[in-house]
Structures are given as C-alpha cells and as structure tokens.
C-alpha cells in the first residue's frame, strides 16, 4: 500500500494515505520523473502535503481544479491546510452555457486503478437489464419495503404518533416490515412558503411507495389543516391513505390502531415480484467527510449511480450549498440549455438564502471535516459532486417535491444530513448511500447505507458502517468494490438485507424551515 495519493497529474498536492512526521522522505512520480519530497512538519492521515512551492495569492490545485488560495508562500513540503490555504470563492458568479463533448468528463482517477470510463461499458453490459425483487403498488410505483407510515400533520401530537407506531409495529411484526412514525415540530403557526414547504415535504413522503399503507394524524386546530393537506397530496386510494383529527376522536390512539388495521390489511394484498432495476431511484449524501472521501466512497458511489442510470434507473443529487466551487461541473453536463439554467437559478437562489440571513455564503466546511483533512468549500465541493459520477444532468427539482425523470437529477436542499437525507426520501429515493469518513448511526425514512471512506473507522463502528469503501486503498480495485456495492444494493432492494439503520430502528425526519413562526 503506498502512503499517499496524488488524484491528477495538475495537482499541488498529495493526499496522506498515514500519518507522517517532520522529516519523511517521500518518493513522487510525475512529469518529471521520480522526485524526492521531505515532510516538513507533522501531517495527519487524510491531509495534504505540498508537492511544489506556491507564492502568497496562488491557486493550489486538487482533482486538477483549485481548492483555494495560499494565504503566504509555501514551500514544497508543507501541511496544506487553514493556517495557509483559503477559500477562492467570493460572491455571484457569471455562468456561460457550455456543455461538455461527452458525458465523462475529465474528472481524477479514482483510487484503485482503471478510471470509471475505462471499465464503465464492460460493466453496464454485464449488468444490462438486472432485476430486483419489489412491491409494485396499485398506481404502477415500485417499492422495497412493504411498510405502514404514519404522518403528523402538526408536531404537538408527536408522542400521540409514536405510542400508536409503537403499539401497531408489536402488533404486525411479520405481516408488514413495521409500522413507523416520523416526529417533526412544524405544521403548527408556520406562515407562506414555510407552511407550504412543510406540506409539500411531508406530502410527497405520503406518496413514497415504500408505504404501503399511511395513516395521517391531525389535531385539528394546526394551520397545517387536514383538508388543506390532503390537496397537497393530490390522488390517492382512500384504502391506502387514511385520516384521523385527534381532537374529534373519543379515543385517539384506539381509532388510530384500528386504522391501521385496515391499512395492514391492505398492505398484505401485496408480494414482491420481479422488477426491472430501471425501476430504483437512488438518492446520493455525504455527512462527516474527511480527506479521503472525494478518493475512496464519493467515486465509488458514482460508480454505482453511473451504473444504476446506464440501466435506465435514477439517481439523485443534494446538499446545494456543497456544490459552490464545482457548480461548472454540474452546469457543464446539462442535458440541455433549459436544465442549465435551472441549475444556476438553484445554485444562485441558495447564495442568496445564504444572503438574507446575513450570513458568510462560503462558511464551510464543518469543524469536524476539517479535521478529517478538507480544507476548503471549493475542496468539499468537489468531492461531494463525485457521487453524481459522470452522467448527463437530466432535471433539477424544488425542495419536497418528487423526481419523474429518470438519469441524473440535482435536488435542492442544504448540507444538513438529517434535512438532505428526508429530502432525498420525500424525492423517492428508495434507498440512499450516505459517504462518510467520521461516521454517524442515523438514518432517513428508507435504508440509509452508510459507506465509510477509511477501513478504521469500518472497522470501529460496525453497528453505524454499511459498507467499507476504504478497501480501495488496500487490496480491491475500484471495479471490483462497485460490483460488491451494486449487488448489495440489489439485495437491499429484494428484501434479502437490511441496513444497520432500519436494524437500529433509527428512522427519522427533519424538515427545511426558512420563515416566521408565530
């Protein structure tokens, strides 16, 4: 195993595969030939070491684009990080419709070996037309869990929710895959497009077809009224959705399980049977990254949404705000010059969110990626944006809203792991891959697959990590590690596997708030 990575021949700097200590003599292979480095000073693993000097002002290059500016003049050796290296991004930028030849781009190669385009077509043919197992509902939507849902349209009756799911999920264990609440604080006092964001959000997780069964719970009094909300959700079988107003009900929680019954009842008509993979909606995150997660688990995941679209399957792109500095990437392989400028309106609309709430537009990363090695937003960014792999961008939809376009889609909603990961859910994602190389337990309403960017921390938290994409820099190649995580994507679809979240019971939701609460 070597002990560093350079991720383009452009680059200033390599990427610590071990700790290394002031005085450590690293062998580089360039352009130039073999060229031997001293460190000088102490590097932690996942950080950058400065392969050549750099003048106060200058552009450091990583994944062959700017990561930032050096703050001083740096000598080759260096620890690449806060004390010396800043941001380059600043205010609005002007963007120009300029689609790539091909939908590849000319992006790093990943760690492992051959790139993503080299091994790309031998794969989609050997995977043409997959299958999984799964339940195809009545309006010819497919899910991968046949579970009963219920939705709070106001957060006063949380614990009211939760002791109904409690009860019920006793009750069906074995005749549905569990009955399930999500605690939210909104619905009540919230005013304009808050309401509104609350309703559409809360409504399009309604509609998910992982429910095979929803009851709605409402107080009665709350602005998020039950017949304003029901508008929200739009068609939908009365033997599917189900609505209760707790303040006209004798006994709440006995008529709340007495509707779930039924809504059990209607889940058991469905058996899974054989669908195309076409049929999956992948939605994509990273939480807690480190320096190792635009080389190891954010190319990897591309390589499975790569995979996934080329089968005619969907894949969903989040957190805006981690897309600042690597927004070109994305404009640039717009399907057309309509979807162009949807995604500098959604990129725009996001710096000015950032704007009206006074605050710093490019106040990232997190205290806890820099620690793991990320030094920039511009740096993040375009790590993160590697999950979408290389494919076209074929749509760009509002926050709470649903994806109807297979290939890739960019969908607005911020950073936030709890906020992107229910967005991505309320989106359809079935199943979403969440990168990280610091680790988190949680997970959103559908199997939340937490695939870690270093075998240490798989290792360590075996009850939180999924899958260990850190075997890219150990004995597995970037091909034979996106056939591991295709098919256990596959299985979790079929039923055959559970995450450690949906294990855990660690279900939850939170919803995006940017307005007056009265």
Not at 303 to 318: M, Q, Y
Request: negative net charge.
């Amino acid at each position: 195993m070597n002990s560093w990575v350079r991720l383009h021949e452009k680059d200033h700097v390599v990427i610590a595969l071990q700790p290394f200590s002031k005085g450590d003599v690293l062998t580089l292979d360039g352009a130039e030939g073999q060229q031997e480095l001293t460190v000088l000073e102490e590097v932690p693993k996942g950080h950058k070491v400065l392969t050549k000097p750099v003048q106060a002002g200058e552009h450091i290059l990583k994944f062959g684009y700017s990561i930032g500016v050096a703050k001083e003049a740096i000598p080759a050796g260096s620890w690449v990080h806060t004390h010396n290296m800043g941001t380059g991004l600043k205010g609005f930028l002007d963007y120009t419709y300029e689609p790539s030849a091909s939908s590849e781009g000319d992006g790093a190669t990943p760690a492992g070996g051959k790139s993503e385009k080299e091994t790309s077509g031998a794969q989609q043919q050997k995977n043409l037309s997959r299958t999984f197992q799964g339940y195809v509902r009545d309006n010819g939507e497919v899910g991968i869990r046949n579970e009963i849902w219920i939705i709070n349209t106001v957060g006063c009756i949380n614990k009211t929710c939760e002791i109904v799911a409690r009860r019920a999920d006793a009750s069906y264990a074995g005749r549905v895959d569990g009955v399930y609440h999500f605690a939210h604080p909104f619905g009540c006092s919230q005013l304009g497009d808050d309401l509104v964001h609350t309703q559409k959000l809360l409504a399009s997780l309604v509609n998910h077809p992982n429910a095979a069964g929803v009851l709605v719970i409402g107080l009665g009094c709350e602005n998020n009224q039950i017949e304003a909300f029901k508008r929200a959700i739009g068609d939908h079988s009365p033997e599917r959705v189900k609505f209760l107003k707790s303040q006209e009900a004798e006994d709440e929680i006995e008529e709340a399980l007495e509707l779930v019954d039924e809504l059990v009842q209607y889940a058991e008509r469905f058996t899974r049977e054989t669908v195309p993979v076409s049929k999956l909606k992948l939605g994509l995150k990273c939480g807690g990254s480190d320096g190792l997660s635009g080389i190891t688990a954010n190319p990897l995941v591309g390589a499975v949404s790569d995979r996934l679209i080329a089968e005619g399957g969907t894949a969903i792109l989040t957190e805006v705000p981690e897309m600042f500095g690597a927004e070109t990437i994305l404009m640039n392989r717009a399907a057309d010059e309509q979807v162009f400028h949807k995604i500098v309106h959604l990129v725009n609309d996001f710096k000015q969110y950032f704007i009206k709430h006074d605050q710093e537009i490019y106040e990232n990363p997190s205290p806890g990626n820099k620690a793991g090695g990320i030094t920039t937003l511009e740096e993040k960014s375009l790590g993160c944006t590697q999950k979408g792999g290389h494919a076209i961008v074929r749509d760009v939809v509002p926050y709470g809203q649903r994806i109807t376009s297979p290939g890739l889609n960019l969908l607005e909603a911020p950073g936030n792991d709890l906020v992107s990961v229910t967005a991505l859910s309320a989106g359809g994602a079935h199943i979403v891959f969440f990168t990280t190389g610091r680790g988190t337990p949680f997970g959103g309403p559908v199997p939340t697959v937490k695939i870690a960017t270093n075998s240490e921390l798989a290792g360590r938290k075996k009850n939180w990590i999924d899958f260990n994409a850190g075997q890219l820099l150990e004995d597995k190649s970037m091909e034979t590690l996106t056939d591991e995580l295709w098919e256990q994507m596959i299985a979790l679809a079929s039923g055959e596997r559970r995450t450690n979240n949906e294990r855990n019971g660690f279900k939850e939701i939170a919803i995006f708030k940017d307005g007056v609460i009265l």
